[in-house]
């Protein structure tokens, strides 16, 4: 990843102060895929912030976002959402770091399975609990409009990243993605710092999972532990470029606003024509977008 020049930091706050006043002239179409938008880049840079730099892939977003919808629906009706989010983030950052105090032990696939799975068990295990002990599926939730907490935890993900580029900690981060071998020989607490690295990025992936959850008015297992919150910011990243801190946001903006495209145009064959034109970048693009116009 690379520090933002000056200029790149005026833009990030004329864009801020332009979409603090979009939904004053936008329908309420537009505003909820600005929405949507905004959630999928907080979710690519949460997830390029560890993996990105270190090199491990992880597939268990979707836990971290699905604990972060349930802690709303379970104590919207009893705290102030302020304090609801804070309650999320601090558990996902907690719960992250037992999760890679086990599987950070593990390497390449193994850790992309791993997490994965606990994904889906946590799927499983919270629907089973609804349908055997409660006797109920999902929880209803006081529908709001998501889109200013939304776009104030997605810039609060940007601008900690961006302060932490110069950090003791993402030097670590990138040392490990490197060579950890190297970097453990070099005297770095290669543990300590994947683990860190992980739960913060949990902690803000369950940030955008507690405040999105509010949209829904309706939440289960399976939509707050889907499987695209899972996979969508990792191809994000890979589609934009890993290797830049500019990747994950090209990605995510034009993967997400080219799904809305199709599932509006092409309901019926969309899987298969994003599926293709992923594919057919990947391979003509293995560098990602933003890659490849660097090298230019």
Known sequence: ???????????????????????????????????SVLLWIGLTISWHFFCGTTKYI?????????????????FSGILPFPLVLILAGVINFIFA????????????????????????LLNNAILFWEMEVTG?????????????????????????TILLMR?????????????????????????????IGFAISGMFIGLLGAAFASKWGYIDSGMAFNSLYSFMPAIMTLFGGIETFLGPVVGAVVLSLLEEYLLTSFKDYFMIILGSIMIIVILILPEGITGKLLRR
């Open 136 to 160: 109920t599926r999902g929880r209803f939730i006081a529908s709001i409009d998501v889109y200013y907490p939304t776009l104030i935890i997605t810039f609060i993900i940007i601008l900690s």
């Open 167 to 195: 950090s003791k900690l993402i030097f670590a981060l990138k040392m490990i993605g490197e060579c950890e071998e190297a970097a453990n020989h070099s005297g770095v607490n290669t543990t300590f710092y994947k683990i």
């Open 97 to 120: 770091c037992g999760v890679g105090l086990v599987t950070l032990r593990l390497k390449g696939i193994y850790f992309a399975i791993f997490t994965f799975g606990l994904s889906e």
């Open 58 to 74: 992880s597939l268990g977003s979707a836990a971290f976002f699905g604990i972060g919808a349930y802690v709303t629906a379970i």
């Open 1 to 35: 990843m690379e520090f933002p020049a000056l200029p790149k930091n005026l833009a990030l706050g004329a864009a801020f102060i332009v979409l603090i006043i979009a939904p004053l002239f936008l329908t309420p179409y537009y505003s909820s895929l600005v929405t």
